[in-house]
């Protein structure tokens, strides 16, 4: 069977990669106010950021690479995920980051990351560094204290005890607890999940890539991204090929994610790839740029691949963020500003200190505000376009008067068509204003961010929670495919789950066993 336009199936029920530009989030923020809670301990205005679904740390990383172009705030982000993978990747990406330039040389941090971050298949010694850290991380993960010496901008104080039992478990599977390509045959997933997508268009795969490609992205602003590079991760799920192709051929664990298949009538737990396998990692951070000379084009084509300009953003991210991971005493004070060989003033990076990543529930996004710790609390709230279900006014209620609200639009979802990108965002105009905000109004206009902004004498109620939180039935969310097709036509289904200590099931709300070990952390 044809996969109709505009099923949303290619975009996957798990994301493991943002669908839009990385954001400064501060430039986003209302301004310091001098007048606003500050930190009592260290003088220093403070800024709580909720994220929903931003899955791959992108906003984050940005915004730290940033910091030091305004005034000095402590950053608290706080991260909502709807699956621990993501959580895991989160963590996984930020310690690469941060990792110390002898242990990792800037060009080799850059070029791990786009392989763990973007590839289905991955070199050998990458593989090796994932399995490093993760055998690390298992470690770190029950030991909050030792946790908090090695990595002090992590929090997972919030998570509950079997999530944290569940994270543990998927470092472990990355680590290679079970052992051998068949724990998770990311070839033959990514193909199986492929021919499920284009049906009776498989044979014509290529036709259909350059169709999306060339009649859809490109359309839509992504003119950057190469024919070839897209037939290649549409079809390998390889999108940055740094080495020769023949040296990617290690299955990257960090895209397998478990489900609840329907197999011969009963619900099996199934671990797979559930992930985008439409538009791509390009998005994140190789279709716009700060060197403009990377846009240039020459006989109205670009003269750069969005390969080439990620590599070159995320190599320029590192070597900015790379100042939060240095001790205090080789970055001097936050605030002094330093002189290169040339005379020219050098910015200094804040301290890592300034900075938290706190993990929360996984779905506790309606029940944030029960709480009096985040009530009120965020100066701003972000939305990616799979989480817009959730905008409501409960969730509202945790955002300050005068904060704001940033959601993102579908722009890049292939599988939609026109009138749908139109519908979605008339619908996350409508969630908005239910969650108690406005449109910005000096917000320039953009087919890809909605931004928002409460009133500072605004009061959400929440009556009305019910009828906001469920979209109508052409609001694109992540599409929850039915994955008992997925196993017909002779696919073999994917490799059970285990049971603890390797992969216990996932955390669900109603299990009395899910209790937080820190309901409101950073008070």
Known sequence: MTTPAGSGAGFGSVSWWGLSPALDLQAESPPVDSDLRGDAEHGTPELDVLLLGSVDGRHLLRTLARAALWPRRRLHFYVLENNLEAVARHILIFSLALEEPEKMGLQERSETFLEVWGNALLRPQVAAFVRTQAKRLVHLVPEPDRLAEELPWLSLGALKFRERDALEAVFRFWAGGEKGPEAFPMSRLWDSRLRHYLGSRYDARRGVSDWDLHMKLHDRGARVIHTREFRRWRDTGVAFELRDSSAYHVPNRTLASGRLLS????????????????????????????????????????????????????????????????????????????????????????????????????????????????????????????????????????????????????????????????????RVGELARAAGFTPLPQARPSETFARFHKAPDSACGTDSAADSMTPPPDVPTPPLEDLSQALEGGTPPPEPLKRPPESPALPTESDPTTRESDPCPHL
């Open 263 to 426: 197999h011969h009538g009963e619900r099996v737990a199934a671990r797979g790839y559930w992930g985008d396998i439409a538009t791509g990692p390009f998005v994140a951070f190789g279709i716009e740029a700060d060197d403009d000379s990377l846009l240039r084009t020459s006989n109205g084509q670009p003269v750069k691949t969005a390969g080439e300009i990620t590599q070159h953003n995320v190599t320029e991210l590192f070597r900015e963020v790379a100042a939060w991971g240095r001790p205090r005493t080789a970055q001097g004070s936050p605030e002094q500003v330093h002189q290169d060989r040339d005379g020219s003033p050098e910015r200094a990076a804040p301290a890592p200190e300034v900075f938290t990543v706190h993990f929360l529930p996984l779905g506790s996004a309606q029940t944030l505000h029960h709480k009096s710790c985040y009530k009120e609390r965020f100066q701003l709230l972000y939305v990616a376009c799979g989480m817009v279900h959730l905008l409501s006014p409960d969730l509202g209620a945790t955002v300050a008067p005068g904060g704001r609200l940033v959601v993102e639009l579908a722009r890049y979802l292939v599988d939609l068509r026109q009138e749908q990108l139109q519908g979605f965002a008339s």
